[in-house]
């Protein structure tokens, strides 16, 4: 392989190191109000945060493997300074122009540069994640043969703190309700919300071009929902949602301008993380999306 070539090589890899690290920085540091410019794709990605720091790293590091390589076969010499040189000069290349100078770019231009790498991240991450089911058996299978060593010390649990509770109301130290309320908010820990949600066969889509739009307010009314998801042609392409009354006004707008962004959750989160995720963004609804990023249901708030 020539000299011109493997200059290509380790120019292209460069690259690609530099795109990988920009677009990392550009995904998590969104705001929630950025996020939603960006659209679904950005929250389906960091619904499953731990899946797409998997395929960053793992993309990275090959990478990298091959960027110092190719890099050491242009180090014609036999004096080991020069061979130490030239690897030191690879690694502030890389840190530099990989990682350092992209990532002060994606903050700059964090929503453009989100907006372009969404798509590709949510193919990489589907397409990698029977690695990454490998990988979770393979570090199970480690902490089994760790024991208990593996494991953190254990709290409190739930139950431990729901019996305090009972045993507070038979004092008097609580009322039975607040006692009640209490365990209630305990047990939700250990709910998953696909539990609470909307299953999605029984959710209401108004499709964007609006062929179902007298179907789609009937059931709308007849359900009592305050919204309405808007779909691209399939529920798993979510647009947005739309108020319900919107639809129903005399002199209503077109759909693109009644549209607002939806916010997505994992359908493994626990219920509770999902209602003090709503009500830190002050939202009563969000669509559940499974493992694959589609959707499962929808989780709404009363």
């Known amino acids: 392989m020539?000299?011109?070539?493997?200059?290509l090589i380790l120019v292209a890899l460069l690259f690609c190191s530099g795109?990988?690290?920009?677009?990392?920085t550009a995904l998590f540091s969104l705001t929630p109000a950025e996020r939603r410019r960006v659209g679904p794709q950005a929250e389906r990605l960091l619904a499953d945060s731990r899946g797409v720091l998997i395929w960053i790293l793992f993309a990275n590091l090959?990478?990298?493997?091959?960027?110092f390589t190719f890099s050491a076969r242009l180090a014609h010499s036999e004096s080991p300074f020069v061979e130490a040189a030239?690897?030191?000069?690879?690694?502030?290349?890389?840190?530099?122009?990989?990682?350092t100078i992209p990532k002060i770019i994606a903050l700059r231009v964090r929503v453009a540069m989100a907006r372009r790498s969404a798509g590709v991240l949510l193919a990489a991450v589907r397409f990698l994640r029977p690695l990454r089911v490998c990988l979770e058996w393979l570090l199970e299978i480690l902490y089994r043969a760790l024991g208990p060593a593996a494991h953190p010390e254990a709290g409190v649990t739930n139950e431990a703190l729901a019996?305090?509770?009972e045993r507070s109301a038979e004092k008097g130290l609580l009322l039975g309700s607040e006692a009640e309320f209490l365990t209630g908010v305990f047990e939700l820990e250990g709910v998953r919300v696909r539990g609470i949600m909307t299953p999605r066969v029984e959710m209401v889509f108004l499709d964007r071009s609006e062929d179902n739009r007298p179907e789609a307010v009937a059931r709308g009314l007849a359900g009592k929902l305050p919204w309405?998801?808007?779909?691209?042609?399939?529920?798993?392409?979510?647009?947005?949602?739309v108020r319900l009354r919107d639809l129903l006004a005399p002199d209503a707008r077109p759909l693109a301008e009644l549209l607002t962004p939806v916010r997505f959750v994992p359908e493994m989160a626990s219920a509770l993380a999902v209602l003090n995720?709503?009500?830190?963004?002050?939202?009563?609804?969000?669509?559940v999306v499974d493992e694959w990023g589609g959707t499962a249901g929808l989780v709404t708030i009363e």
Do not use: C, K
Request: zero cysteines; glycine letters at 8%.
């Open 19 to 24: 795109l990988i690290s920009a677009s990392e």
């Open 228 to 241: 309405i998801i808007v779909i691209d042609g399939d529920p798993d392409r979510i647009v947005g949602r």
């Open 163 to 165: 019996q305090a509770l």
């Open 2 to 7: 020539s000299d011109a070539t493997l200059w």
């Open 62 to 67: 090959t990478v990298n493997v091959l960027f």
């Open 277 to 287: 995720f709503l009500r830190e963004q002050h939202l009563a609804q969000a669509v």
């Open 86 to 99: 030239w690897g030191l000069g690879a690694v502030i290349v890389l840190v530099a122009f990989g990682e």
